[in-house]
């Protein structure tokens, strides 16, 4: 039977791969599919890569334009400050979001912008990615150098969302 006219309605996390076609979106959208949340993170493929996320930014520009066109609602989550990010891979991020701002229904900023979280692996390699860490608080790590601090996080945050607001992104 159709799905939506058995009043099947579904959200799902995913993430971005080649694979994802309009063909399938559609398909996904015919099958009920309402919202899909992707785990964007950053516009930098630099940065992507220390996640070791495995995407490249112009499948993410590709898949979101797709998803759009396909009438499946899109939200984006991002991260501020992982670690090697510089202001340069920051503005990447900016550039993404301002690019893609048409296929974008939410833009999701991490409130804690970039933790280490307990038994992860930036916890268990904080020394290979440079991080001081603060024993108060696992949100208020630093970068070795400096130039990686809580408040550089907290305004990139700001930052990002005032852009986000800019373009009609909820």
Same mark, same amino acid.
């Given at each position: 039977?159709?799905?939506?006219?058995?009043?099947?309605?579904?959200?799902?996390? =995913?993430?971005?791969?080649?694979?994802?076609?309009?063909?399938?979106?559609?398909?996904?959208?015919?099958?009920?599919?309402?919202?899909?949340?992707?785990?964007?993170?950053?516009?930098?493929? *630099?940065?992507?890569?220390?996640?070791?996320?495995?995407? *490249?930014?112009?499948?993410?520009?590709?898949?979101?334009?797709?998803?759009?066109?396909?009438?499946?609602?899109?939200?984006?989550?991002?991260?501020?400050?992982?670690?090697?990010?510089?202001?340069?891979?920051?503005?990447?991020?900016?550039?993404?979001?301002? *690019?893609?701002?048409?296929?974008?229904?939410?833009?999701?900023?991490?409130? !804690?912008?970039?933790?280490?979280?307990?038994?992860?692996?930036?916890?268990?390699?904080?020394?290979?990615?440079?991080? =001081? !860490?603060?024993?108060?608080?696992?949100?208020?790590?630093?970068?070795?150098?400096?130039?990686?601090?809580?408040?550089?996080?907290?305004?990139?945050?700001?930052?990002?969302?005032?852009?986000?607001?800019?373009?009609?992104?909820?």
């Amino acid at each position: 039977s159709d799905p939506i006219k058995s009043g099947l309605v579904w959200h799902a996390n =995913v993430v971005i791969r080649p694979e994802m076609t309009l063909e399938i979106l559609s398909n996904m959208k015919k099958a009920g599919c309402k919202h899909l949340t992707y785990g964007i993170e950053s516009g930098s493929q *630099r940065v992507l890569d220390l996640m070791r996320k495995r995407y *490249r930014i112009e499948d993410a520009d590709l898949v979101l334009k797709y998803t759009h066109e396909a009438g499946i609602k899109v939200t984006c989550n991002f991260m501020f400050g992982f670690p090697g990010e510089t202001k340069e891979y920051f503005q990447q991020t900016l550039d993404f979001l301002k *690019r893609n701002s048409r296929y974008i229904t939410t833009a999701y900023p991490s409130r !804690s912008y970039c933790t280490i979280e307990p038994h992860s692996y930036l916890e268990k390699h904080m020394a290979e990615f440079g991080m =001081v !860490s603060n024993p108060d608080n696992n949100m208020y790590w630093q970068s070795s150098d400096g130039k990686n601090t809580y408040p550089d996080r907290l305004k990139r945050c700001e930052d990002f969302s005032s852009l986000a607001i800019s373009l009609d992104i909820s």
